[in-house]
């Protein structure tokens, strides 16, 4: 059964958006009577029944309601984004399809990249939620500054990948199952030592993600795979 996204279902909300209706009836065919799944991003899926098979606003009433908790970890990435946008539309493409609670953008001094806008992002993030069969749309939060950013973090379980002589401990080594964890990955021109500085001053420790040497969407993508598999184990 197709998988439909309203997020405000509990508060009353019954019908689709244009979007997501046109979908429904233009390209699906689904018709007045029928039964569809609409999630809300936030736990719940609802077996609704058509009311209204319009293209525009497709309109339903619920039949039924299934709730799933959520996982007992929290997964954080704090990332710089690339200056190729693809690349990093693909970063919030995988890292959702895996498995990832709050993106946050940074801007650092080695940003090639400094104006995002997250609508196209939030739309890749709702595809790969629905794609996955995740039950929660991760949280995407607008470009920030390095050290307000930093200084915000309210996880308890903080990493900075950052590689260096004096730090031979990997992520996987690092975090434990069932944290609360934020990890920063930095810019292509990676991190200052300024920042790497202000970032252990506030709480964070310094990780490796490997002996590769990885572009910034994959390292992203690394930590959020090595936390998932931390807690799956």
Known sequence: MSLFYQPEVSNGVLFLDEEESR???KVLRYKTGDTIQVQDGRGNI???????????????????TEFQQPPPYYIHVG?????NLDRIEWFVEKTVE???QEISFISCKNSERKVLKLDRLERKALSAMKQSQHRYMPKLNELRS???LTT????TDKYIAHVDFDNPVGLAR????????????????DFTSEEV????????????LGSSRLRTETAGIVACHTLNLINDA
Do not use: M, W
């Open 146 to 148: 390095f050290n307000e």
């Open 98 to 100: 895996i498995g990832v």
């Open 152 to 155: 915000k973090i309210t996880e």
């Open 197 to 208: 500085e202000y970032a252990l001053q506030n709480g964070f420790k310094k990780v490796s």
């Open 23 to 25: 979908h429904c009836i």
């Open 79 to 83: 990332i710089a984004p690339t200056k």
């Open 174 to 189: 690092s975090a434990k199952a069932g944290g609360k964890y934020c990890v920063l990955i930095g810019p292509e021109g």
């Open 46 to 64: 609802f077996s609704v029944r058509l009311t209204s098979a319009h293209q525009k606003k497709c309109e339903f009433e619920v039949i039924d």
